[in-house]
């Protein structure tokens, strides 16, 4: 039988208010809500990054960790006067039983789309009654990532009908946008060029949309390979006797292609 989770964490909890009480770490009791959020935007990208390599050990270890910034500002806001952990724990439940009708009330919802768009309905009536914005598109941070934040807002404005209709008049768009990126670089308007780079990434991550890749895991897959196959030039380079910047671009692009075949040779080698 799994264990309680409710006792071990009333224990962290005393024991974060045991580090920034009297005779506590002088570390822990010096800190602030700001000069701690930089290690919960670390510990989220740690948690992410254990996801994205699929090791659980290490997932199980950063969400600990994660955990503890939570705890660790709801101890401050409560030496405040200003929320207990308590407080943060109700809200979340009440939020999470009155968003899922279908499940704790009479509310039908047969599909997962249903379930999102009865989500987005409910978040929109409370932003009404708390007096907070009311767009459609209220609620997804100025702080994210932009491809993430781009591809979140496309998908809210999706569910209010507000898109493409197919496939097709997304890849032409694309193509638009690239045709005016390559207009402004040849008329040499670097704040045009500028913008027009924009939309083609916007454009790029509706594109994503449509065929089912997250735009941000994507660009983290393909930087990861431009990683690995530049290391694989250095050592090749490395028993050579040399280094980078020593070597012609032919050489190091032969290499590149050398590296690029023998991932996909692996990746072969690991197909069922």
Same mark, same amino acid.
């Given at each position: 039988?799994?264990?309680?989770?409710?006792?071990?964490? !009333? #224990?962290? $909890?005393? =024991?974060?208010?045991?580090? &920034? /009480?009297? /005779?506590?770490?002088?570390?822990?009791?010096?800190?602030?809500?700001?000069?701690?959020?930089?290690?919960?935007?670390?510990?989220?990208?740690? $948690?992410?990054?254990? =996801?994205?390599?699929?090791?659980?050990?290490? +997932?199980?270890?950063?969400?600990?960790?994660?955990?503890?910034?939570?705890?660790?500002?709801?101890?401050?806001?409560?030496?405040?006067?200003?929320?207990?952990?308590?407080?943060?724990?109700? /809200?979340?439940? #009440?939020?999470? %039983?009155?968003?899922?009708?279908?499940?704790?009330? *009479? %509310?039908?919802?047969?599909? !997962?789309? #249903?379930?999102?768009?009865?989500?987005?309905? =409910?978040?929109?009536?409370?932003?009404?009654?708390?007096?907070?914005?009311?767009?459609?598109?209220?609620?997804?941070? &100025?702080?994210?990532?932009?491809?993430?934040?781009?591809?979140?807002?496309?998908?809210?404005?999706?569910?209010?009908?507000?898109?493409?209709?197919?496939? *097709?008049? %997304?890849?032409?768009?694309?193509?638009?946008?690239? *045709?005016?990126? &390559?207009?402004? +670089?040849?008329?040499?308007?670097? !704040?045009? !060029?500028?913008?027009?780079?924009?939309?083609?990434?916007?454009?790029? %991550?509706?594109?994503?949309?449509?065929?089912?890749?997250?735009?941000?895991?994507?660009?983290?897959?393909?930087?990861?390979?431009?990683?690995?196959?530049?290391?694989?030039?250095?050592?090749?380079?490395?028993?050579?006797?040399?280094?980078?910047?020593?070597?012609?671009?032919?050489?190091?692009?032969?290499?590149? #292609?050398?590296?690029?075949? +023998?991932?996909?040779?692996?990746?072969?080698?690991?197909?069922?």
């Amino acid at each position: 039988m799994p264990e309680e989770p409710g006792p071990l964490f !009333a #224990e962290l $909890v005393a =024991i974060m208010a045991r580090l &920034r /009480g009297p /005779g506590g770490c002088p570390w822990d009791r010096e800190q602030s809500p700001s000069s701690i959020a930089p290690y919960l935007l670390e510990e989220t990208y740690e $948690v992410l990054e254990a =996801i994205a390599e699929g090791e659980v050990a290490r +997932l199980r270890e950063e969400l600990g960790d994660l955990l503890l910034q939570v705890v660790f500002h709801a101890q401050m806001a409560a030496e405040a006067g200003q929320f207990t952990i308590a407080d943060v724990l109700r /809200g979340i439940t #009440e939020k999470l %039983v009155r968003r899922h009708p279908h499940v704790f009330g *009479a %509310v039908e919802a047969k599909t !997962a789309n #249903e379930v999102l768009a009865r989500w987005e309905a =409910i978040k929109q009536h409370e932003r009404e009654v708390n007096g907070e914005e009311a767009s459609a598109l209220a609620g997804v941070p &100025r702080t994210l990532p932009a491809l993430l934040r781009a591809h979140r807002l496309q998908e809210k404005a999706s569910r209010t009908g507000f898109d493409w209709p197919a496939l *097709a008049p %997304v890849l032409a768009k694309v193509e638009e946008e690239w *045709a005016e990126l &390559r207009g402004a +670089l040849a008329a040499g308007h670097p !704040a045009r !060029a500028e913008s027009e780079f924009g939309d083609l990434l916007f454009g790029l %991550v509706n594109l994503s949309r449509f065929v089912g890749v997250n735009p941000e895991m994507a660009l983290t897959g393909a930087t990861e390979r431009f990683i690995r196959r530049f290391h694989y030039i250095e050592a090749a380079l490395a028993e050579r006797g040399k280094r980078p910047r020593d070597s012609t671009i032919e050489e190091m692009d032969l290499l590149w #292609e050398e590296a690029k075949r +023998l991932e996909k040779g692996g990746e072969e080698g690991r197909a069922p």
